[in-house]
């Protein structure tokens, strides 16, 4: 090859790479020119930090018919404790005065003298002083002489005089009246100052407690107050009350507590009445102008009529129940105050005179202070001796 081929080529070979070298030159011109240049740097001062904001708190979403129910379990409602009720006053409290009294005088008389003749003129007197009442105690007396005769055992005398006294209450012992499905409606009767109020209140809690719901008719449109103090009670024995104002007629309130226990469909109507002294005429005939008045609107009613009755009263309990039981029939006898005297006797002279059972005694103050009369339990706390009597006051009894 000579030597000016080989020039030849080397130029060739070099125009070749220059035109290589000016085409790639020309291309990253053209796509420079095509994309933007980037902006020239800058320095930024840093911005200062700003504390975060707290999320929005937001709207609970509402919740559609379909929703789930939560599975938390709810809390259980909370359920007050039933109150604390207190246990009334027994029997053997109740009559201690009275058997402390009682058994001294029995006791004085069956070991005073050893003549029969005078040992029983004792025993009369003793029953005498006890307010058993001159005809019942002589009449006892008699019953225990003929039955023992001439024996004169001071223990046997006892225990007959018990036996004595027991066939008496039990004789006037009858069951309580029984209205079926219809309301049992009760008046409560008496004089001033015996406790009828509040024996009415007590007898509201506990026919309560042991029937069901209570209207109390406060038909006592004649004392002053009598209306705002049965509302007391009433407040705290949770007995409904129908009242009217003062000086309304007390056969139209009895009427409208016997309507609304018709139509309430409630258990029990007890109607307290004024306390009448037994010589007002007047005030007898409201008594009776009650009964018929409630008669009218529920047949058979009042069921029940009650003589209240204080014990510390004694034998003008007696004259009371009469001239009571004159203007109105009556089927029981509340005895009030029983724990406050030393004349519990007269339960057993109104059982004689009167015929008429006992149905509670009130034997304290509060709403709890009233137990169903038990003729047996009555004679066994009457003749209990120390030790027994306190035996008696933690056992069953009394109102």
């Known amino acids: 090859m000579s030597l000016f081929t080989i020039a030849f080529i080397l130029i060739i070979a070099a125009g070749g790479g220059a035109g290589l070298v000016f085409i790639g030159v020309l291309i990253q011109w053209s796509l420079r020119k095509a994309l933007p240049s980037p902006p020239p740097h800058l320095e930024i001062e840093a911005a200062p930090e700003i504390e975060p904001l707290p999320p929005p708190e937001l709207a609970p979403e509402p919740t559609s018919e379909l929703a789930e129910p939560s599975l938390t379990p709810e809390p259980e409602p909370y359920v007050a404790p039933p109150p604390t009720v207190r246990e009334p006053v027994r029997m053997g409290l109740g009559l201690r005065k009275t058997r402390e009294n009682f058994l001294a005088r029995i006791k004085a008389a069956l070991t005073g003298s ?12 003793a029953l005498i002083a006890a307010d058993v009442g001159v005809e ?33 209450m039990m004789s006037a012992d009858r069951s309580p009246a029984d209205s079926g499905n219809a309301p049992l409606v009760i008046m409560l009767v008496g004089v001033n100052g015996v406790g009828k109020t509040t024996t009415v209140a007590k007898l509201a809690a506990r026919l309560k407690a042991e029937r069901g719901s209570v209207i109390v ?61 037994q010589t007002k005429v007047n005030l007898m005939e409201e008594l009776k102008k009650i009964v018929r008045v409630v008669a009218r609107e529920l047949p058979g009613a009042p069921h029940e009529t009650w003589l209240v009755l204080d014990a510390n009263t004694g034998q003008n309990a007696l004259s009371q129940a009469a001239i009571f039981g004159d203007a109105v029939p009556l089927t029981g006898v509340v005895l009030a105050k029983l724990d406050s005297t030393a004349k519990g006797g ?17 034997l304290g103050e509060s709403l709890e202070d009233i137990r169903a009369f038990d003729a047996r339990e009555f004679v066994d706390a009457l003749f209990a001796t120390d030790d027994a009597g306190e035996q008696s006051a933690s056992g069953s009894y009394a109102a």
Do not use: H
Not at 117 to 125: A, N, Q, S, V
Not at 138 to 158: E, F
Not at 221 to 228: G, K, M, P, Q, V
Not at 347 to 362: H, Q, W
């Open 136 to 168: 019942a105690s002589m009449k006892i007396a008699s019953a225990v002489r003929a039955k023992l005769g001439n024996d004169n055992r001071p223990d046997a005398i006892r225990d007959a005089l018990k036996t004595e006294i027991a066939a008496i």
């Open 217 to 277: 008719a406060a038909a006592d449109t004649f004392r002053a107050a009598a209306i705002e103090q049965l509302e007391v009670w009433c407040d705290r024995a949770g007995a409904d009350i129908i009242k009217q104002s003062q000086g309304s007629d007390p056969a139209a309130v009895a009427f409208d507590a016997v309507k609304a226990a018709v139509a309430r469909k409630t258990r029990t109507v007890l109607i307290d009445t004024a306390g009448r002294l």
């Open 346 to 362: 007269v339960v057993v002279a109104v059982a004689e005179r009167l015929k008429i059972p006992v149905r509670f005694v009130g």
């Open 114 to 125: 050893a003549k029969i003749d005078e040992m029983y003129e004792g025993l009369e007197e």
